[in-house]
């Protein structure tokens, strides 16, 4: 009996970017094999294979990485959001309204929530999804939380450290995080964060939440130095977190520890946007040596968006990344800040298929555009440029191009 696996050729790409060892190769082809990449080369070298898809001439690069998502909530928070536009600030306060209306949901409700934002990341081009909990802020409601993500979800960080719950008192909630809540959480997650900024979480309570995840075995995540200098990078160097996110206010000190370890700076510019703080100086990252991501942050306060093509295409137009780069950000650079980047052989540190990379090994994660070269990104935001998405090799997303419609005549016949 022949127990090999059906592969699949795929072929008529004008542009394979491969963010990988083999840079961009041109006229390219791919086989995938039991949902990892089998082979990739020049179409004009491309073995036979057991079915083969024609994609007609496009550019393909490896799906999203998206390491920093907030997809567990219910609830809208447009009301803020006008307010700001209105010239409000920001602040770490709204928290409570999502948790409210969080917890009031439901299970079923918040499912079906949850499966819609996925659906609309994979139609985005997004293909690995990290998601934190921060949104029930009590035992039963993180739990419930946790649960939840972990069965639709790559990643899942446990953020109780999201904010004091309104009417706790805040060295007693820190005490909850630190002891039952994350007990209960611990088995159905894989990373711990905290909010360590003004209205959030200090210094010190930071460090009590990332010491006694990291006691239980997660590994470390911090959002910091989002609405203001403050701690948060400097202690997630210091404690060897995977990633240290937001980094809108850095000191010259900061870049200087992030470019001196294995911390990746994620950057999340439709946040930055949403709520009106300056860019984070990811050019500045960059030209240090910091290992940089790039995420969307979808969640109903600061970033509403799944769009991961929004965020590169910020990043090129008003953050100055060349297209290469901002590519690279938004996929090995995301996979780096969940540990899950490749390491040789398209696979990650755990020996699991890397994620961000079309490598022979790798997870066959694609994203396929409608257009014949990926700089459209950025010189046609906006525009619908996901044609598929590939997820482990299955076709998880197909957009089909608009038509002229056949009941409307020309302007002039
Ligand atoms: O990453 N900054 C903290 N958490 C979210 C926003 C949460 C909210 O306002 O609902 C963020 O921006």
Redesign the pocket.
């Known amino acids: 009996m022949n127990s090999r696996a059906q592969t699949t050729l795929l072929t008529g790409i004008s542009e394979l970017r491969t963010v990988s060892e083999l840079g961009t190769i041109n006229d390219a082809a791919v086989i995938i094999e039991d949902g990892r990449i089998a082979w990739v080369g020049a179409q004009s070298a491309a073995p036979a294979a057991d079915e083969a898809s024609d994609l007609g001439g496009r550019a393909v690069l490896p799906g999203w990485v998206d390491s920093?998502t907030?997809m567990v909530?219910a609830g809208s928070?447009a009301e803020?959001f006008e307010a700001r536009m209105a010239g409000e600030d920001?602040a770490?306060g709204?928290?409570a309204?999502?948790m409210e209306a969080t917890r009031s949901a439901g299970p079923d409700a918040l499912e079906g929530l949850l499966r819609e934002r996925i659906a609309a990341a994979h139609a985005g081009g997004t293909t690995t999804l990290e998601t934190?909990t921060?949104?029930g802020l009590d035992v039963a409601s993180e739990l419930a939380a946790a649960e939840l993500a972990a069965r639709y979800v790559d990643e899942v960080t446990f953020?109780g450290a999201?904010?004091v719950p309104p009417g706790a008192e805040t060295e007693e909630y820190v005490d909850l995080v630190v002891g039952e809540m994350l007990d209960a959480v611990a088995p159905h997650v894989g990373w711990i964060d905290v909010?360590c900024?003004r209205g959030?979480f200090t210094e010190e309570q930071s460090r009590r939440v990332l010491e006694a995840g990291r006691r239980q075995g997660l590994g470390l995540r911090v959002?910091g130095n989002?609405?203001g200098p403050g701690a948060g990078v400097r202690l997630a160097v210091e404690l060897g977190a995977a990633s240290v996110?937001?980094v809108n206010y850095v000191t010259d000190a900061d870049v200087a520890a992030l470019a001196g370890s294995e911390t990746v700076a994620t950057i999340?510019p439709a946040?930055d946007l949403s709520?009106r703080q300056p860019l984070a100086p990811g050019r500045q990252l960059l030209d240090a040596g910091v290992h940089v991501a790039i995420a969307s942050?979808l969640?109903?306060?600061?970033?509403y968006t799944s769009s991961m093509n929004f965020c590169v295409a910020t990043a090129v137009l008003q953050q100055h990344f060349t297209l290469d780069e901002a590519i690279h950000a938004a996929t090995t650079g995301g996979a780096r800040a969940l540990r899950r980047h490749d390491v040789g052989g398209g696979l990650d540190p755990q020996g699991r298929p890397a994620k961000g990379t079309i490598a022979v090994g790798a997870s066959a994660d694609l994203h396929v555009l409608t257009s014949t070269h990926a700089i459209d990104l950025a010189y046609r935001p906006g525009m619908p440029l996901t044609w598929q998405t590939y997820h482990a090799g299955e076709l998880v997303s197909a957009w089909q191009l608009p038509q002229y419609p056949t009941n409307l005549p020309p302007r002039k016949a």
């Open positions: 920093h907030h909530f928070r803020e920001y770490a709204g928290i309204v999502t934190k921060g949104y953020l999201h904010l909010f900024e959030a959002h989002q609405l996110d937001h999340l946040c709520t942050n969640n109903p306060g600061t970033s």
